[in-house]
């Protein structure tokens, strides 16, 4: 049975609740404005709320359309609003402890997913590492990453930012120490924490697992090609206009074959909609940039031997192989030796665990053991036949070295470029 238990933050006294096993959760806080409305396609504002919040009940994820990759992890039903904003924080207690924290930042391709999915539930990891686990909403597709030149680029990164300054600013009051930071992000997330580190990060200790780095981001260029055509598709000639479009007028568009027609003609196999190489909030040269980033954050980097075979159209395959190798695998290795070459400390995880034939080890198949969520993933197809002993063991594994890390440690095998296999 779920009991009520408060936090006073700066801005006001929290009501989360405590569950069985101790931890108590605080749900849908939101750290920035709703972007709606004038604020919508705008740089996140600071959060408004003050007084009593009800951090209670589970909020929804940003608007998106069904991820692609649903074949291999599963589906999942939660509400969606542009009221998304939020964040949720697990933690032993809103005392004085000063633990460290991990902020958790979800994949998806930019296009779908969600902190708020019970799928990231942080409690066992909060309750087996003594830590602070938070988990970001951010906003995505087009209401986070369309490009029009002269407006701000990238709310959706500026947004995971917002976020982490309201750590900083609160995660004392919540049993959390804001001096150790670990930020986590998986796919999208892992790509978003790179191009943080490519800016002023405010943090010096990252988990990248299965970042995209070798598809890369998005020119200033293409992405006005793309936004142009997306703006079209929705029936609007500008930003403004499209801030009086319903939300669907938007889930829609992206679906219009004249974007899918851009995006086939640029010829890079990325999302639909990614960071930008804008100028102003990221550079038009990132690679400079991206090199210099690993040398401000120590880091624990993982990927996956079969990344591919998530994905539409491949398998675990030769072929796979390749181009998994070539978009997750060799740049997650650079990017470590990188950082170890500057002077940080790095470590390399491959999961290789591959209960199935047709998916492998692909894409996502280290989550459930990350956050001990194997009982949410049943239904994925990529576990299917997986022995819960062996589950065990490998979620085991995989949150000692986890935890060993955010809490300022060695995961426990040697720096880069030995890599460590989790299976």
């Known amino acids: 049975m779920n009991q009520p238990v ?43 709320w003050r007084g009593e919040f009800d951090a209670s009940r589970l909020g929804p994820v940003a608007p998106q359309l069904p991820s692609r990759l649903r074949g291999a992890m599963g589906d999942f039903d939660a509400p969606q609003s542009e009221d998304c904003l939020h964040l949720t924080v697990w933690t032993p207690g809103a005392d004085r402890a000063r633990r460290p924290v991990v902020v958790w930042l979800h994949g998806g391709a930019w296009q779908s997913g969600g902190g708020a999915l019970d799928w990231y539930d942080g409690a066992r990891l909060a309750a087996r ?34 976020a982490i300054d309201w750590v900083l600013e609160n995660i004392q009051d919540l049993g959390g120490d804001p001096e150790r930071i670990t930020v986590m992000g998986q796919s999208a997330g892992a790509s978003s924490i790179c191009a943080m580190l490519a800016r002023q990060p405010r943090f010096s200790r990252a988990i990248l697992q299965s970042a995209a780095l070798g598809r890369g981001f998005r020119s200033a260029a293409q992405a006005d090609v793309l936004g142009q055509a997306f703006l079209q ?167 000692d070295a986890w935890i060993a890390f955010i809490r300022g440690d060695a995961p426990g095998w040697p720096m880069a470029p030995h890599q460590h296999i989790l299976a």
């Open 6 to 48: 408060q936090a006073v933050l700066r801005a006001g006294t929290l009501t989360g609740v405590r569950d069985a096993g101790g931890i108590c959760r605080y749900s849908a806080i939101p750290y920035a404005q709703a972007p709606v409305g004038n604020l919508r396609f705008a740089p996140p504002e600071p959060a408004a």
């Open 129 to 162: 590492g003594d830590l602070v686990v938070v988990a970001v909403n951010y906003r995505l597709a087009a209401l986070g990453w369309l490009y029009v030149p002269g407006q701000t680029a990238n709310m959706g990164l500026l947004d995971q930012e917002a």
């Open 233 to 399: 598709a929705a029936g609007v000639d500008s930003l403004d206009a499209a801030r009086g479009l319903p939300v669907s007028a938007l889930l829609a568009a992206q679906q219009a074959p004249a974007v899918q027609d851009v995006l086939r003609a640029e010829g890079s196999s990325r999302s639909q909609f990614c960071p930008v190489l804008d100028g102003q909030v990221l550079p038009q040269d990132i690679a400079p940039a991206l090199k210099q980033g690993a040398s401000r954050a120590d880091v624990l980097v993982a990927y996956t031997r079969d990344e591919m075979a998530a994905f539409p159209g491949h398998t675990a395959d030769a072929d796979g192989l390749r181009v998994g190798e070539q978009v997750f695998g060799a740049p997650s290795r650079q990017w470590a030796e990188d950082a170890v070459a500057q002077g940080r400390q790095a470590w390399l995880a491959r999961f290789d665990v591959a209960p199935t034939a047709r998916f492998g080890a692909c894409h996502c198949i280290e989550l459930p053991f990350v956050f001990d969520t194997v009982d949410t993933f049943a239904a994925a197809p990529m576990l299917a036949g997986l022995p819960e002993a062996h589950a065990a063991q490998l979620t085991r594994r995989t949150q």
